[in-house]
């Protein structure tokens, strides 16, 4: 029974990951881009000066977090498990011509990141609570606004109970036993625990640990990849050849994949990012949407930065290291292909360094989502019921960490679909206020 569910939950990915939805991500991706002329070139170095020189003015007082605070929460949703893992799923599925589709599609990704986080702005001028801003907010303006932004706040908050939540407790556990062997039973209790204090803090608490937990996990990741793609550098030229070429004729590539195809490539070097990166989901407006910020277009400029770390700097590095070290030729997938690579330099102690990475990664996306369950949750019950969201996210982190979770895995895929589908369908209808905002802005830059 569950072999058979497993096959109709894949079965069900490869009809929703087809082309049509291919299709319209990188038409609404391509529309963004020309319409707002090339913002994402045209703002690329403003971008980084917000980040590294963040204004906090023009913030409203009541708001659960500044522009600043919104873009690190963002930040450490879009880099977690999903990347150690999802990087190899992609090019284990999609043979390394996924790797190059992260990379192209990730440049016309950037916009959709600024529409969704403008228009979470826009739409929210008069207070902190997601029953006001966010995707729900805007999408309250397109045609079936009275029900679509109810179906985005069910499918996010099952998405922040399963992929936010059960999936991340499931990879800490392992990570955390990998290390100390320490009885899951204990380290599941003491997850539950932490996820109760970090609830009981609100927003303040998560702001405060994911501000902290950021730099920790991004800084262990680039300095371990980096030092293994130094030491792979002779290989690099010929990585890349093998990654262009894989990503227009798969079989072409000696070793490639049988049954591999330009399709294959394209969906997974789509679904696994987006998946990570959560770039069209919606979720980074959540946190922004939350900032109560009078400068929407400048927080659309500011949170470019995350996709761009989270597409480019994680997904498209763990991709080439999967490719430049040789081991996408193997049989493994997953965090095992992932560790392989490093195993490559790191021998056994990579275990230990993904097993740390992980359990760094799991514990910041666990946290972060606290809030987008909390606010959906919110918005579907109309702040009532606090504590019931409470107890169920910290049964999803017991369960998760116990429970073997790969149905779960599979099925997110067909969640992000629909947040997906919802949100590109409400960037493309607001794209006329969208792209008056922006050349708004730019007129009054050149005063």
């Known amino acids: 029974m569950k072999d058979n569910l497993s096959y109709y939950i894949k079965y069900l990915n490869d009809i929703v990951w087809s082309w049509p939805l291919i299709i319209f991500f990188v038409f609404v991706a391509i529309v963004a881009t020309i319409t707002l002329n090339f913002l994402q070139v045209r703002y690329f170095l403003k971008s980084w000066k917000l980040v590294l020189a963040p204004r906090e003015r023009n913030i409203d007082i009541a708001a659960d977090m500044s522009p600043f605070q919104a873009f690190i929460n963002a930040l450490s949703t879009s ?266 330099l790191y021998g056994t102690f990579a275990n230990q360094i993904i097993a740390i990475l992980s359990v760094a990664f799991g514990i910041g996306v666990l946290v972060s989502y606290t809030y987008i369950g909390q606010e959906c949750w919110n918005y579907l019950t109309g702040n009532r019921w606090k504590w019931v969201f409470g107890a169920i996210y910290a049964a999803a982190a017991f369960g998760g960490s116990l429970a073997k979770v790969q149905i779960v895995f599979d099925s997110i895929d067909i969640v992000n679909a629909g947040l997906l589908a919802l949100n590109l369908f409400a960037i493309l209808w607001l794209m006329p206020k969208t792209s008056e905002a922006v050349r708004n802005y730019m007129k009054q830059e050149k005063r």
């Open 79 to 344: 880099i977690g498990n999903g990347s150690l893992a999802g990087m190899a799923t992609a090019v284990h599925e999609g043979g390394p011509g996924a790797a190059f589709w992260i990379f192209i599609l990730g440049f016309f990704e950037l916009p959709i990141r600024f529409c969704e986080v403008y228009l979470s702005n826009a739409f929210n001028q008069g207070g902190s609570s997601i029953t006001t801003g966010g995707p729900m907010a805007y999408l309250k303006h397109v045609p079936g606004g009275v029900i679509l932004p109810a179906f985005y706040a069910l499918f996010c908050l099952l998405l922040s109970f399963t992929s936010g939540n059960a999936m991340q407790a499931n990879s800490v556990t392992i990570g955390i036993k990998n290390l100390i062997n320490l009885n899951p039973y204990i380290i599941a209790s003491l997850l539950t625990l932490f996820v109760v204090y970090i609830l009981c803090g609100g927003a303040r608490r998560i702001v405060k640990f994911s501000e902290a937990i950021v730099p920790v996990k991004v800084g262990l990741f680039f300095i371990s990849a980096l030092l293994l793609l130094i030491y792979h550098s002779p290989n690099l030229l010929n990585a890349l050849k093998i990654i262009v070429v894989s990503a227009f004729d798969p079989q072409a590539v000696k070793g490639a994949i049988i049954g591999t195809t330009i399709q294959s490539a394209i969906r997974f070097g789509m679904s696994r990012p987006v998946n990570a990166t959560e770039i069209g989901l919606g979720t980074a407006a959540v946190f922004f949407g939350s900032t109560g910020s009078k400068n929407p277009v400048e927080n659309g400029i500011l949170s470019m930065v995350s996709a761009f770390i989270s597409n480019y700097l994680v997904c498209f590095v763990l991709a080439l290291l999967i490719v430049v070290t040789g081991v996408w030729t193997s049989d493994m997938t997953s965090i095992t292909l992932t560790t392989a690579a490093y195993q490559t």
